[in-house]
């Protein structure tokens, strides 16, 4: 499985940007897909995940402000996001993993929230 992430960018606190995940290769064995961030010194954090279900998990401090989506017949994923916060500021991954429980990662896509 590729992930290739994209989206990111320069916004203001307040503003919205919408990240997309395009998968390829051995999509039908993707059970869960999301997005990790990792702002500089922290260490990586799960934002929010979807399951092949629909079944979506975020972290505390996004709920209401983000939304994670994904487009089966597409094999795109995506992440809203709304009202964002200069500690938004981080880079972000697309991440998947299979029934088998295999990772993946995409590469990082940076977004930078001014204040």
């Known amino acids: 499985v590729q992930l290739q992430a994209s989206g990111g960018g320069l916004v203001q606190a307040g503003g919205s940007l919408r990240l997309s995940c395009q998968a390829s290769g051995s999509t039908r064995s993707i059970n869960t897909i999301g997005w990790y961030r990792q702002a500089p010194g922290n260490k990586r954090e799960l934002v929010a995940d979807i399951t092949s279900d629909g079944d979506t998990d975020y972290t505390e401090s996004v709920k209401g402000r983000f939304t994670i989506s994904r487009d089966n017949a597409k094999n795109m994923m995506y992440l809203q996001m709304n009202s964002l916060k200069p500690e938004d500021t981080a880079v972000y991954y697309c991440?998947?993993?299979?029934?088998?429980?295999?990772?993946?990662w995409g590469q990082g896509t940076q977004v930078t929230v001014s204040s």
């Open positions: 991440w998947a993993i299979n029934k088998a429980f295999t990772e993946y």
